[in-house]
C-alpha cells in the first residue's frame, strides 16, 4: 500500500542485502518512524513490545529473525535457540508458530554454510506468500462489498470493523480491509466504521491512518458505539480480522470482537472474518478452551499516548492512583456467531465441515 504516494510493506530488507526494516507501530499515528532490526534480540522484542503486531506481520517478523540468527551463528545450537526464543514471543497468535515452523523445516537438514541464505530466501517467500494470500482475500471479499452496493442505490456500503487488520498487520493489502481496499480501487462507494479498539486504541491509531492516507472514507467510533449503529441500520456488514481460528471456525481476535459479533447476530449484520490459511489452528477445536488469551500489562488500560493541543506527543495516566487493571488482549467468537470465513481459497463456512471443503488436505481422515 501506498504513504503519501510512496509503496511500502510492513517488514522488508533493507539496502546493506542484511538487516530488516520495519515501520515503529508504536509511534503512528502522530509519528512515521522506521526502524531498522539487525539481531535476533531486536526482532523478539520488536514482536513484544507491539513495534510490529497483527498475526500476519508477527510470523514474517519471526522468519526474519530467524534469518538474522542464522546471519549471525548458523550452528545447530543456535537455530534450536533461535525458534525458542522467537516462540515464547507472544502465544495467541498462531502464524507465530506456523512461520518458525516453516523457517526450521527448510533449514535444520541443511549444512551450516548454507543456512543464512536459505533463511533470508525463506523469509521473503513466506512474504511474497502472505502477500498473495490476502490479495485474493480481497478478491473473495469483493463480492460481499459489490451486492451490498447493489442494494444502496449510489449510497456509500457501511463496513465496520474492529482492532487493525490492515495492511500494518500483514505484510501488504491487509485481511480484513483488503477487500475494502479492492472496493474502493474499483470505485464502490464504501465507508468504514473504525472501532477505536481500546485499550492500545489500533482501531483508532492504526486502521484510521492507513485508510486515510489511501483515501479511503472512515469514521473513527468508540468500542461501544457499534451495537447502537448497528441498530439504527447504519451498518451493512462487518469485517473483522483473527489471529488464531480454530477447525471448527472460533475465531480468537482482538479484545471486543466477540461483543460486535453479538450485536451483529441481533441485529442481522452479516458479521465475516477474514484470514489468511496460516492463521487456522487445525490442531484445536474448542477456542474457549483451547486458545491461550495473552494478559498484557496493565498500563496499557491505564495510561494512553496521545499529541497535546501544543504539538507534544505525552502519555498520562486515566486511572485513580491505586486502581488495579486487567488487560486481556483477546477474545474467542464462537463459529455460530460468524456468517462465514474469507479466505484466500473462498469463503468458507465458520464450521469443520466449512473448512475442509476449502482445506481438504487438512480435514480428519
Not at 489468511?276 to 491505564?302: F, H, K, Y
Amino acid at each position: 500500500m501506498k504513504i503519501d504516494g510512496k509503496p511500502y510493506r510492513s517488514i522488508w530488507v533493507n539496502e546493506d542485502g542484511w538487516s530488516a526494516g520495519i515501520i515503529d507501530q508504536t509511534r503512528l499515528p502522530h509519528e512515521f518512524v522506521t526502524l531498522r532490526l539487525a539481531t535476533l534480540e531486536e526482532a523478539a522484542r520488536a514482536i513484544e513490545t507491539m513495534l510490529v503486531r497483527g498475526a500476519p506481520l508477527i510470523g514474517a517478523t519471526a522468519a526474519y529473525g530467524m534469518a538474522l540468527a542464522m546471519q549471525d551463528d548458523p550452528s545447530d545450537d543456535a537455530l534450536k535457540a533461535a525458534y525458542d526464543r522467537l516462540a515464547r514471543t507472544r502465544p495467541t497468535a498462531v502464524n507465530l508458530r506456523w512461520a518458525l515452523d516453516a523457517m526450521m523445516a527448510a533449514l535444520k537438514p541443511l549444512g551450516a554454510n548454507a543456512r543464512a541464505e536459505a533463511a533470508y530466501a525463506k523469509a521473503a517467500e513466506i512474504c511474497d506468500e502472505d502477500v498473495e494470500m490476502n490479495r485474493r482475500i480481497g478478491e473473495h471479499g469483493l463480492p460481499l462489498i459489490r451486492a451490498a452496493a447493489a442494494k444502496k442505490q449510489g449510497e456509500p456500503v457501511n463496513v465496520l470493523t474492529h482492532c487493525n487488520a490492515g495492511w500494518l498487520a500483514t505484510v501488504d493489502w491487509g485481511t480484513a480491509t483488503s477487500p475494502i481496499y479492492q472496493a474502493h480501487d474499483a470505485g464502490i462507494p464504501v465507508h468504514v466504521w473504525v472501532d477505536e479498539t481500546r485499550p492500545r486504541n489500533q482501531g483508532a491509531s492504526l486502521t484510521a491512518w492507513e485508510l486515510g492516507h489511501h483515501g479511503v472514507p472512515h469514521t473513527v467510533i468508540a468500542d461501544n458505539v457499534g451495537g447502537h449503529i448497528m441498530q439504527h441500520g447504519m451498518v451493512d456488514l462487518c469485517i473483522t480480522g483473527t489471529d488464531r481460528t480454530t477447525a471448527t471456525g472460533d475465531v480468537a481476535n482482538k479484545i471486543g470482537t466477540y461483543l460486535k459479533a453479538l450485536a451483529a447476530h441481533d441485529n442481522g449484520v452479516p458479521f465475516y472474518v477474514a484470514l489468511p490459511s496460516p492463521t487456522i489452528d487445525w490442531t484445536i477445536d474448542d477456542g474457549l478452551t483451547s486458545i491461550p488469551i495473552e494478559q498484557r500489562a496493565a498500563e496499557e488500560v491505564s495510561r494512553i499516548t496521545g499529541r497535546t493541543a501544543s504539538g507534544r506527543i505525552e502519555t498520562v495516566t486515566i486511572t485513580p492512583e491505586g486502581s488495579p487493571a486487567a488487560n486481556y488482549a483477546f477474545d474467542v467468537t464462537p463459529s455460530r456467531l460468524v456468517t462465514g470465513l474469507i479466505t484466500e481459497r473462498g469463503i468458507a463456512g465458520a464450521s469443520r465441515d466449512g473448512l475442509a471443503a476449502l482445506f481438504p488436505e487438512h480435514a480428519r481422515r
